[in-house]
Each structure stands twice: as C-alpha cells, then as structure tokens.
C-alpha cells in the first residue's frame, strides 16, 4: 500500500503563492504517473497538473503558465508550485499516483485564495 501525505496549502491573497508538497512511502520514480487534482467547493474533483515517469508534463487550461509540477526523488516528494494565485484556485488539492493499474490518493490539502 503506497501512503501520500500533501503539505503546503493555506490561505493566500490573489496573486500570492504557495507550493504544495505531496510526500509519498516510496520512490516517486517507480509510479507511471503522479498528479494533482483540485476539488473546489461544490465541484467534482478536476485534472490540475501530471507529471510521467519521463518527464512529461500536462496541465490544465485554467493553470497554464502559473503552476508547475515536478518531484524530487531524493525527498520521495512531488511538489506543486502554484503563481498569480486566483479566487477560483480554492479548494481541496490531491495527489495521485499511479503504478500499473493501481491509484492511490493523499488525504488532500486545503488551498483558500482570498479576493
């Protein structure tokens, strides 16, 4: 059983930053894929940010140019950085990864972007 656990989130003004952290059991680099999906009050869990075992990197429209993912395999860590912070980037963000056909989820944490 793979455990994530994210860190990092809180509250931040629009245009602030914050880099959220998702510390997995073990090395990011056996998953296939790792992402961050974000659930905002009243909406279903989306896509935010992937990131494959080679390196390639999608995002969604709406982060485009303001987040960036990556990881650290010394630190079994996945990181996301988040820029130009907006209202709408509130809600529960959660880490994904997958090996084979296996998901496994973080407990998620919760990001507030003020106006």
């Known amino acids: 059983q793979v455990e994530l656990v994210e860190s990092g989130g809180g509250l931040v003004q629009t245009g602030g930053s914050l880099k959220l952290s998702c510390k997995a059991s073990e090395n990011v680099f056996n998953f296939n894929r790792m992402t961050w999906h974000r659930q905002g009050p009243g909406k279903e869990r989306d896509l935010v940010a992937s990131?494959?075992?080679?390196?390639?990197?999608h995002y969604a429209d709406s982060v485009k140019d303001r987040f960036t993912i990556s990881k650290d395999g010394s630190k079994n860590t996945l990181y996301l950085q988040m820029n130009s912070l907006r209202p709408e980037d509130t809600g529960v963000y959660y880490c994904n990864a997958n090996i084979l056909s296996r998901h496994f989820w973080g407990q998620g944490t919760q990001v507030t972007v003020s106006s």
């Open positions: 990131l494959t075992v080679g390196d390639t990197t």
